[in-house]
Every structure is written in structure tokens, then in C-alpha cells.
């Protein structure tokens, strides 16, 4: 498994209330099998026997039934601190998740949630940007200056605005931004090397939805998809369309747990 650059979305997992409704859903809709967590109420997801994500059983019915993404970091108190530095907050301490790594829960200053993985056994994703697998995240917010700033500061991240088109803007003041991408520090900012994104919760979005990421998988048919998560007792809750790098959805599962289906531009018709 190789490693994941600092500040890189290295893991994915959904808490839910029922996980074997869960594995149903999951595994009909993107083919996944499931490996169970050592008797603990956990399971791995495999895409061609390859790790993709996880599937919890939620501890208290009060938790959200979410998706989380994790970002991989080296130095795990480091980046906790630099988090309460830059105006966010800590949910969970460090603690350690077996062999497998170090894990913390942490929230951005708008508010939305993400995870922190250092890694000792377990690395993250063994598969991703492949049909079954993780592909992108993107946090969605109210607050984009502060929270640009933000993951800029803790992660190091380096944006590129885009146009609905989907070009680099950077040099247009004029242009109508309300898109970012975010690449490593110490490469060069843009599409090719980006490896997650903001947007904006506009006014034409209810005040009390919270901010969230949003994460993303690969699939080779959006419009087919969207149709299974219904069957399987999903909900669609933007219907496919078009963007510049595929045509995408967003759906619900059926128990209620928030993702997109990305089916990318190599894999259209």
C-alpha cells in the first residue's frame, strides 16, 4: 500500500444505524464485499478485494448517519494544534485505532466535520479514482474566506478558482468564483494535481443545513447508479448532470447518509 501525502483524503467511512442494511446497500449499489472488523461493529468495504471504506455501526443513535473523510498526516498532535491555532475545533482527541493508526475528529471553522488518520499498519485507500472506489471530497460552506484560510494554514493547501466551465479564474476579478480547488502543498496548484475542493452554501439553501463534506465515488454509468440507489431504497437528491470533469449525482442511502457518484469524463459516452 503506498503512503499518502501529508494532508492527502486518505480514508473514507459512513455511520449508520443498521450495518448490515448498510452492506446490502453498499455492496448492490457499488459491488463492494465486506470484510468484518475483528468482532467489533465495523467492517472494511473491498472493491476487487481491495480496501476502499468503512462501515460502522453508530455507538449513539444521536450521531449523524454520515459520511467522513480522513486526511492523512505525519505527525497527528502537530496538526491538532494547528487546528485549535487557526480557529477550529478538536471532537475527539488522538486515540489509537489498533495497529492500524492514530485517528482524530476535528471541525473546520464553519463548522464542518473531517477526520485525521496518521497511519502505522493501515495506510488508507488501497484503491481510488477507479469505478467502486473514492474519487473526490469537497467541503461545502458559509464562511469561504475564513475557511479557505483555514485548510490553507493546517493542511497547507494551495487553491485554484474555477469558473462553471471549470477553468483556472485566478487571473479574472471579475469572474463569478464560487468553486475551489485544492492541491498539496509543494506542487503546482490546478486540476491535475488537485485533491479536494470548497464550495458554497448559497442563500438558496435552508440557514439551519449545516456545512459538510461531500464525498465522492467513481462509478462507470452516474445515470445508472442514481437509478440503483433508488431501488435500493436510496434517494436522489440532485439528479445526474454534467460537469467538466464527468456527469455526477448526489444521493442519499437508505438510511439517509449523504454521497455523489462520479462518473468521469474517460468513462462517457
Known amino acids: 500500500m503506498a503512503a499518502f501525502a501529508h494532508s492527502a483524503p486518505c ?27 475483528d468482532g467489533m461493529p465495523f467492517a472494511d468495504a473491498l472493491s476487487g478485494g481491495r480496501l476502499v471504506a468503512g462501515l460502522a455501526a453508530k455507538k449513539d443513535g444521536r450521531m449523524p448517519t454520515a459520511w467522513g473523510v480522513y486526511f492523512a498526516t505525519d505527525d497527528i498532535r502537530a496538526t491538532v494544534a494547528a ?3 487557526h480557529g477550529g475545533q478538536i471532537i475527539t482527541d488522538p486515540v489509537r485505532a489498533g ?4 485517528v482524530a475528529q476535528a471541525a473546520d471553522p464553519g463548522g464542518a466535520v473531517f477526520g485525521l488518520w496518521q497511519p502505522e499498519e493501515r495506510e488508507g485507500f488501497e484503491k481510488q479514482n477507479e469505478p467502486g472506489s473514492f474519487c473526490w471530497t469537497e467541503v461545502h460552506t458559509r464562511q469561504p474566506e475564513t475557511v479557505d484560510a483555514f485548510y490553507e494554514k493546517v493542511f497547507g493547501f494551495r487553491g485554484t478558482d474555477l469558473d462553471e466551465a471549470g477553468n483556472d479564474v485566478s487571473g479574472d476579478a471579475e469572474a463569478l468564483v ?10 503546482e496548484p490546478g486540476p491535475d494535481t488537485a485533491v ?17 463534506f461531500l464525498t465522492y465515488f467513481a ?20 439528479p445526474p448532470f454534467d460537469i467538466p470533469y464527468g456527469r455526477m449525482a448526489v444521493l442519499h442511502d437508505d438510511q439517509g447518509a449523504l454521497f455523489a457518484v462520479l462518473q468521469p469524463s474517460e468513462l462517457l459516452p
Open 11 to 37: 480514508w473514507a467511512d459512513v455511520q449508520l444505524s443498521d450495518l448490515e442494511a448498510g452492506k446490502r446497500f453498499y455492496g448492490g449499489l457499488l459491488g463492494w464485499t465486506f470484510r468484518a472488523g
Open 83 to 85: 487546528i485549535r491555532e
Open 99 to 102: 495497529l492500524a493508526g492514530i
Open 178 to 187: 464560487d468553486f475551489r480547488m485544492w492541491s498539496p502543498e509543494g506542487s
Open 196 to 212: 479536494g475542493g470548497r464550495s458554497v452554501i448559497t442563500d438558496a439553501f435552508p440557514a439551519e443545513m449545516p456545512s459538510y
Open 219 to 238: 462509478v462507470t454509468d452516474c445515470d445508472a447508479a442514481a437509478e440503483l440507489a433508488v431501488q435500493l431504497g436510496g434517494r436522489v437528491s440532485a
